[in-house]
């Protein structure tokens, strides 16, 4: 479940879902060279979230920017 995504009124359903599991995908933004987007790691590591909350039931926060490039 995208946090991003539920309406305030489905918050509390979607943390009894998940039992109160919480994904919180960091990224970053940084050159890959010329053939690969600056986004690439935070696309990346959203698709992750995506497919572990696919696996268990988790609510995925929206990326956080790693700032430490």
């Known amino acids: 479940m995208n946090w991003e995504k539920l ?3 489905q918050m509390p359903e979607a943390i009894e879902r998940s039992g109160g ?3 919180l995908p960091l990224g970053c933004t940084e050159k890959h060279g010329a053939h690969l987007p600056l986004g690439t ?3 990346e590591v959203r698709h992750h979230a995506e497919q572990a909350a696919a696996l268990e039931e988790a609510v995925i926060f929206p990326v956080a920017p790693w700032l430490g490039v």
């Open 41 to 43: 790691d935070s696309f």
């Open 21 to 23: 599991l919480c994904i």
């Open 7 to 9: 309406r305030p009124d």
